[in-house]
């Protein structure tokens, strides 16, 4: 299984970015998706989540300027980021739960990070 993120960039502060995550490989089913982000030094940090239902958390840094959402036919998880600002340049990392057969358990899969900076 991998998770395949992309959409990063640099945009400048007030700018939108739309990030992208899916999954391949042997998969039966997905829980839990999810974004977090961490800068050097710094733990990792929840962004927003979404279960299969679509019900979602956001960190409360984000609430009213980022959206996630999630294709479950495409295995894909999107976060939508609006009004960014300096404070959410880091490197993004996508995040799901997965079962990869119907008798298996569920494991938790990374995929590569990717950098957004925000910066005019």
């Known amino acids: 299984v991998q998770l395949q993120a992309s959409g990063g960039g640099l945009v400048q502060p007030g700018g939108s970015l739309r990030l992208s995550c899916a999954a391949s490989?042997?998969?039966?089913?997905?829980?839990?998706m999810g974004w977090y982000r961490q800068n050097p030094g710094k733990q990792r940090e929840l962004v927003a989540s979404?279960?299969?239902?679509?019900?979602?958390k956001y960190a409360d840094s984000v609430k009213g300027r980022f959206t996630i959402s999630r294709d479950n036919a495409k295995n894909t998880v999107y976060l939508q980021m609006n009004s960014l600002k300096p404070d959410d340049t880091a490197v993004y990392y996508c995040?799901?739960?997965?079962?990869?057969?119907?008798?298996?358990?569920?494991?938790?899969?990374w995929g590569q990070g990717t950098l957004v900076t925000v910066s005019s």
């Open positions: 995040n799901a739960v997965i079962r990869r057969s119907w008798s298996a358990g569920d494991y938790d899969y």
């Open positions: 490989g042997s998969i039966f089913s997905i829980r839990d």
């Open positions: 979404i279960t299969a239902g679509g019900r979602t």
